[in-house]
């Protein structure tokens, strides 16, 4: 079982940044692929990046590619979600997310979710 804790959300403006983290504990966490979803309000949930841990390989939705940065420091057991340029429809909830097998992140679900950190942008 992974556990996923997320922080770093908030409230801010169009044209900010925000980063968001996520830390993994658990057996084999560090193994783990970790990704990051959103939901925004009246909407599903989305994918919005990945990196692979053992190659670091990154993902990103077209939506963010350009403005969003993921990494991880394997040392911490740790993903962070850089958020560059945000706009209103960046507005959502965010959601952690890990799995042990080499996922199709826009067509699986994960094994393991965090509780979801909130992040609104105001224009």
């Known amino acids: 079982q992974v556990q996923l804790v997320e922080s770093g959300g908030g409230m801010v403006q169009a044209g900010d940044s925000l980063r968001l983290s996520c830390t993994a504990s658990?057996?084999?966490?560090?193994?783990?692929?970790l990704a990051w979803f959103r939901q925004g309000p009246g909407k599903q949930r989305e994918f919005v990046a990945a990196?692979?841990?053992?190659?670091?390989?990154?993902d990103y939705a077209v939506s963010v590619k350009g403005r969003f940065t993921i990494s991880r420091d394997n040392n911490k057991n740790t993903v962070y979600l850089q958020m560059n340029s945000l706009k209103p429809e960046d507005t959502g909830v965010y959601y952690c997310?890990?799995?042990?097998?080499?996922?199709?992140?826009?067509?699986?679900?994960?094994?393991?979710w965090g509780q979801g950190t909130q992040v609104t942008v105001s224009s």
């Open positions: 997310a890990a799995d042990l097998s080499d996922l199709d992140w826009y067509h699986e679900e994960p094994s393991y």
């Open positions: 658990g057996p084999n966490s560090e193994k783990s692929d």
């Open positions: 990196i692979a841990w053992a190659s670091e390989i990154t």
